[in-house]
């Protein structure tokens, strides 16, 4: 059984808001987020994380692009 993602008109304002960011970073909304929609605590935790890993200092910046690529052919993402 697949979860259905909520439509823009869905979510609480708090998700909308990042809704809006996520269709100006990547010109749509990405369908993980559709389906964390449905707890909008966790996906704004998860963001945070997200966030905080990205732009941490601990990693070199190239490795971190290293590690991304490698990871996305690890698992066929198209990226």
């Known amino acids: 059984m697949r979860i259905r993602g909520l439509e823009r008109s869905e979510p609480t304002w708090s998700m ?5 960011l996520l269709k100006r970073q990547f010109g749509k909304v990405l369908t993980p987020y559709t389906v964390w929609a449905h707890r909008p605590a966790i996906t704004i935790a998860l963001t945070g994380l997200m966030a905080a890993v990205e732009y941490s200092k601990a ?10 690529i490698r990871t996305a052919q690890m698992i066929g993402c198209p990226f």
């Open 59 to 68: 990693l070199d910046p190239v490795v971190k692009s290293l590690v991304s």
């Open 16 to 20: 909308r808001a990042l809704y809006s």
